[in-house]
């Protein structure tokens, strides 16, 4: 079993998948990798016969080997002092097939914060708050043991000879990959749940989600980001975890809208969760991107929960049993969606800027610190004091945020009288 494992993390797998996705490899800075390494492990110098052939080539062949083998012997040094995978020389690879690159590109936007920070606002004020809270709930669990997983394994990402095409996350660890996770929940949660409420094809619904999920899997391997073996992991996992949470979900949502006492659980345990976050062995962004996720979820549901006490939340306007029917948009709800999402993603960002200003200063000030002194400061584990702010001010921040797209805005809109209709019922 170990063997099988062992042999999908293997960074030549992740090699195969590029090239029959069209990334042709530089054969030359392979090689001169290679000779890097062996003569480095066995403190050598290349022999006198190589010396003569290098001797023979033309004169563009020695400066493109030349400058290869600098880059390559600079690469093999600082990843034997830092211990970490460093990126790739761009100029040992060739991207042959446009057409591939430039979906797995967008497939790995899919699960990037820019998209959720634009899709999530979008489904609450569009399209279904009770089908989104769920699906929050969903996405929040999921990458909350996804990200813990990762700084408690530890396994690095893809290293040579994988050459990466995306620099960011690449000082996180590889396994398993919450990309894969949040590609089989997120997209296969909104299909189960809307299941239970609309009336729609099941096939189709599913189908779009596993292309979804497909897509997004195969850019992080193409991309050189993870193993194969770190997104079979985060596949199974999150399936694993999906067969208990739907059901669990989907009750714990009306235990949250209508008890008193919710607020204590929902603000509280998602601090304790970020305090006993796992430490890792060296400074990554893990902790911090995991304490904006939950601080999301955090709002949506503190913002749902007082929609609830406040009655904003009604029974169904139209008699009616689930499933019910989808009620498409006509031209002048599409010009109020657009109109919504616009002034909606206005109030985020301004919310987002003006929460981070005050959250940094605020904290900042409470421990006796500079916060320009703070900001400027090196991202590592003993820098504490860096740490605490950082953890404060995006909790604070981020659950705002949630809670402003779920409740505030909402309310807003109605005032406004361009609310999204409330076409069943929101519980």
């Known amino acids: 079993m170990w063997s099988i494992v062992e042999y999908l993390r293997k960074p030549e797998l992740v090699v195969t998948v590029q090239e029959w996705f069209g990334i042709e490899y530089d054969d030359t800075y392979d090689q001169i990798e290679k000779e890097q390494t062996f003569y480095g492990q066995n403190n050598i110098s290349p022999n006198l016969e190589m010396r003569k052939q290098y001797s023979n080539y033309p004169e563009h062949k020695k400066q493109r080997r030349k400058q290869i083998s600098d880059d390559c012997a600079s690469d093999v040094k600082k990843s034997q002092e830092e211990s970490v995978n460093v990126d790739e020389s761009t100029g040992s690879y060739q991207i042959t097939n446009k057409f591939w690159y430039y979906l797995f590109l967008l497939g790995t936007e899919l699960g990037d914060e820019i998209f959720y920070a634009t899709m999530i606002p979008f489904w609450f004020w569009n399209i279904d708050g009770a089908v989104g809270r769920r699906v929050v709930f969903i996405w929040s669990v999921i990458m909350y043991i996804g990200q813990v997983l990762k700084d408690i394994i530890r396994w690095p990402r893809p290293g040579r000879p994988v050459h990466r095409l ?7 660890y590889g396994m398993p990959s919450t990309h894969a996770m949040v590609a089989v929940a997120m997209p296969f949660s909104v299909v189960i749940f809307m299941l239970d409420r609309y009336q729609f094809s099941a096939t189709n619904g599913f189908l779009i989600a596993f292309v979804w999920c497909l897509i997004v899997c195969v850019s992080r391997i193409y991309l050189g980001m993870h193993s194969v073996a770190d997104v079979i992991a985060g596949i199974f996992l999150t399936i694993l975890l999906m067969i208990p949470l739907i059901p669990l979900v989907d009750k714990l949502d009306h235990i949250i809208l209508s008890s008193t006492f919710s607020p204590l659980f929902v603000i509280g345990i998602p601090i304790l969760l970020i305090i006993y976050y796992p430490c890792s062995e060296k400074w990554t962004p893990t902790r911090g991107d995991t304490t904006t996720i939950i601080s999301v979820g955090t709002g949506i549901l503190m913002g749902a929960w007082l929609n609830y006490q406040l009655g904003a939340f009604q029974p169904p306007e139209i008699t009616s049993t689930r499933p019910y029917e989808i009620i498409w948009p006509t031209q002048r709800m599409l ?41 400027a400061s090196e991202s590592t584990l003993e820098n504490r004091d860096k740490i605490i702010v950082e953890l404060s001010y995006k909790f604070f921040v981020y659950s705002s945020i949630g809670f402003i797209v779920n409740c505030l805005l909402p309310n807003v809109f109605k005032m406004l009288n361009i609310g999204r209709p409330d076409f069943y019922t929101e519980i």
């Open 166 to 172: 995306q620099n960011k996350w690449s000082i996180e």
């Open 335 to 375: 010009g109020l969606i657009l109109l919504r999402t616009i002034l909606g993603l206005c109030g985020v960002i301004a919310t987002r800027a003006l929460g981070k200003s005050i959250a940094y200063a605020v904290v900042c000030m409470l421990l006796g610190r500079d916060q320009n002194e703070v900001k």
